[in-house]
């Protein structure tokens, strides 16, 4: 039997899901539903599955679950969040301009920017502090590395490893249009390294705040944007001495502006969110 149920795609910087609302519609398994919908050529087309709902606990107001397009379940997405922030206000589910988003990293805090027109066109997610120690998702160094270097298929790359709620390995270079994204970044997301696999993103500092970065995400591939990623690459680049603590992250998809608080050690990203397409698809169970 088939049911329908109804989606919105969405996209921040060109980083694209298709949401659903859980308080509307149940979807059994969301892995496989990830797989099945999150194909360019045979399905909707997306880098994956977000799942809307209810938060269980009183510390946050809505809950997000993100499926990549390989059905593997993420930790956070930054981009979804803003995409989330938007599609809450704008559908009505809720009049607040700040709102409490559990994730499975944790409570973020979205703060909506309203247009003349009422709508949102931009929203700041208070990422949290970066962890710059983490055994469970890195094994080499204790758990951390700071312009260390891995090796993988004779390749050797120096980098800096950031968990924003999910790992990430920050590779800075002087020549970005010269890396092979796809070839580079599948290496390294399987990296022993890395035991629960790994986002990497490689960058190259501009000057005047900008950073040029571009992703490879773990369980989708090449991306056009990760709103992680931009806060990993901001604070790597901080931590290396190769930026200050405010960064503008232009990645294949967008610029998102990275503010690493020294008040709060908080990271701070901002950028835009968007409505592309709403439909319905019928749902195998």
Request: hydrophobic share 40%; glycine share 12%; charged share 20%.
């Amino acid at each position: 039997m088939q049911k329908t149920v109804r989606f919105t795609k969405m996209q921040g910087a060109g980083n694209d899901y298709i949401y659903v609302n859980t308080l509307l519609y149940t979807i059994p398994n969301p892995g496989a539903a990830a797989v099945k919908w999150s194909a360019r050529h045979t399905g909707i087309g997306s880098d994956g599955l977000v799942l809307i709902g209810k938060s269980p606990v009183p510390e946050a107001d809505f809950s997000m679950r993100i499926f990549n397009a390989d059905g593997s379940e993420a930790m956070m997405c930054g981009n979804a969040s803003r995409c989330i922030g938007k599609y809450l206000y704008e559908k009505g589910l809720t009049g607040k301009t700040e709102i409490r988003l559990l994730t499975l990293s944790g409570v973020k805090t979205l703060r909506l920017h309203l247009g003349s027109d009422g709508t949102v066109g931009s929203v700041t997610v208070d990422m949290l502090a970066p962890q710059l120690t983490d055994k469970s998702q890195l094994a080499v160094g204790g758990g951390s590395m700071t312009d260390g270097e891995l090796a993988a298929d004779g390749f050797r790359f120096r980098g800096t490893f950031v968990s924003m709620g999910n790992p990430h390995f920050v590779i800075f270079t002087d020549n970005i249009n010269g890396i092979d994204v796809a070839r580079c970044g599948a290496l390294l997301e399987c990296h022993p390294a890395f035991p629960e696999r790994c986002n990497i993103e490689f960058a190259q500092v501009l000057g005047d705040g900008t950073i040029r970065a571009r992703v490879w995400e773990r369980g989708s591939g090449v991306t056009m944007a990760c709103g992680t990623g931009a806060c990993a690459t901001a604070v790597a680049a901080a931590l290396t001495g190769r930026a200050g603590r405010r960064s503008s992250v232009w990645m294949d998809g967008g610029t998102l502006d990275v503010n690493w608080s020294d008040t709060d050690n908080h990271v701070y990203m901002s950028g835009p969110a968007a409505f592309v397409f709403e439909g319905e698809i019928a749902l195998d169970e």
